[in-house]
Structures are given as structure tokens and as C-alpha cells.
């Protein structure tokens, strides 16, 4: 018989997949703060709450944490600040984005400042502990492990190797850190050079997700590793095949 989430709470039954696991929860609202603080601590999670965009940034860097749940409108440093310089200084970290701002550009802003998830106000909290628990989880039976899950090493094609371990592309003269979804995308791409993957292929295998074909996230996530791969001067550049999908091909 399957129990709903909220039935696992009323019983005070911890969730499976959150033993051991420890949320940063940055939100400014402490009435917000202190409801989601106590159902993720029913869940079986350890929660640790900061209150402004600065504390919450040096605690995400100084603490071993699991996971971040990232308020947009901070005081003292916005969200999306924050959470890109946890990115760059801690790329193995997922961040979901709380916000009350549904618009698309917002949306996407999120995405960009490295985001790997993002859920508007008022939101479920069996949503929130579901988004949760499929963040931090391993990929379901069935859809192929991209990234370090899978093996580690090195993996690469012309001038460019992708460190699995390091979540890093370099070449011989660059090197630059890619999120987590960008680096599973990426691992993705140079498992089979030149070979054409559908976008539902990818949504699949790295977002562990069904494609929706209103969803811009994997466009921005290429268009972020576009970026990095200009940034190291790659020979090698990802190719879009309109209505299909992408490929990774020499420049």
C-alpha cells in the first residue's frame, strides 16, 4: 500500500532516501524558514537555516551540506549571487531556487546562476520533499548513470578531456568548472562524439525527467557549456540540430 508524504510525516516516519542527508535552507521569511525547517527535520533531514544571502553563501562553503534550498530575494546578497559563486567554488553542490517570481526570464536567470532546480512560492511541501529527494538520489533503474556516479577518470575528444573527478574541461592551455548538470551533459556528449542524441534522450538521462517540449533548461545548460568550451578554446563546439537534438563536433 503506498503512503503519501504527508502520512510519512503525521507517523513521524523519517523519508528513506534523507537519512544522513544535511539542507541548507537560506530564506529571509522566518515564518517560511521555520515551517519548511521543521517538515524537512520530520522527513529525516538535518536542516541547518541562514537568513540573508552573505551567511547563507559562507555557510554553503564552510559546511558539508547535502544540498541547498536557495531563497531568491535575499537581504544583503540576492540568491542568484549567492548561488553562483557556490557553483564556482563548490560545483558538486545542487541548489533548488525558492522563489514567488514565476516569470520566464526569472526562470531562466535561475538556470543560469546555476540552479538545478526551481520552485515558486506557495509551493507543496510534498512537491518540495519530492524535488528533494529526486535531487539527491541516484538516477532510477532503467536510465543510464551519467558522471562520476557511473566511473571516474578522465574522458575526451580532439584537445578537450573532461575530469570526472574534478567536474573540470581543460585543454592544454585552460581549464574552467562545470555544474553538476552541466557536467553530466557534458559527460554525455563525450561518451560518443559526432553522434546525434535527441533532446528527450538527454532530458532522460540527465535530468531523469520525461522531455517537455516547453522546457528551456537543456538550453541553457548548452548554452552555458558553449560558453565554457569558448573559454578554453575547445576545437571542438556542441552543434544543434534543429527539432532534433545536439552533437558534439570538431570546430
Do not use: C
Not at 85 to 94: A, C, G, T
Not at 130 to 146: C, E, F, M, N, T
Not at 157 to 163: A, N, S, W
Request: no cysteine; proline share 5%; aromatic share 4%.
Amino acid at each position: 500500500m503506498s503512503v503519501g508524504i504527508n502520512e510519512i510525516l503525521a507517523k513521524g516516519v523519517p523519508v528513506t532516501d534523507s537519512e544522513q542527508k544535511r539542507i541548507l535552507l537560506v530564506e529571509d521569511d522566518a515564518t517560511i524558514s521555520d515551517l519548511v525547517a521543521y517538515n524537512l527535520r520530520r522527513a529525516g533531514y538535518e536542516v541547518l537555516q541562514e537568513h540573508n544571502g552573505r551567511s547563507g553563501l559562507e555557510t554553503a562553503l564552510s559546511s558539508d551540506v547535502d544540498l541547498v534550498l536557495m531563497d531568491l530575494m535575499l537581504p544583503g546578497l540576492d540568491g542568484m549571487a549567492a548561488s553562483r559563486e557556490i557553483v564556482r567554488r563548490k560545483p558538486h553542490l545542487p541548489i533548488i531556487m525558492l522563489t514567488a517570481r514565476s516569470e520566464r526570464e526569472t526562470v531562466l536567470e535561475g538556470f543560469d546562476s546555476g540552479a538545478d532546480d526551481y520552485i515558486t512560492k506557495p509551493f507543496d511541501l510534498d512537491v518540495l520533499l519530492a524535488r528533494i529527494q529526486a535531487r539527491l538520489r541516484r538516477a532510477p533503474v532503467g536510465i543510464a548513470v551519467v558522471g562520476p556516479s557511473a566511473e571516474g577518470g578522465t574522458i575526451g575528444t580532439g584537445d578537450l578531456l573532461l575530469d570526472r573527478d574534478t567536474h573540470v574541461i581543460r585543454t592544454v592551455t585552460s581549464e574552467v568548472s562545470l555544474n553538476p548538470k552541466e557536467f553530466d551533459l557534458m559527460d554525455l556528449l563525450l561518451s560518443r562524439p559526432g553522434h546525434l542524441f535527441p533532446r528527450e534522450e538527454i532530458v532522460e538521462r540527465v535530468w531523469h525527467q520525461y522531455y517537455s517540449p516547453a522546457s528551456r533548461t537543456l538550453d541553457v545548460h548548452v548554452r552555458h557549456l558553449r560558453a565554457k568550451l569558448e573559454q578554453v578554446g575547445a576545437e571542438v563546439s556542441i552543434q544543434t540540430v534543429r527539432g532534433v537534438g545536439y552533437r558534439l563536433e570538431p570546430r
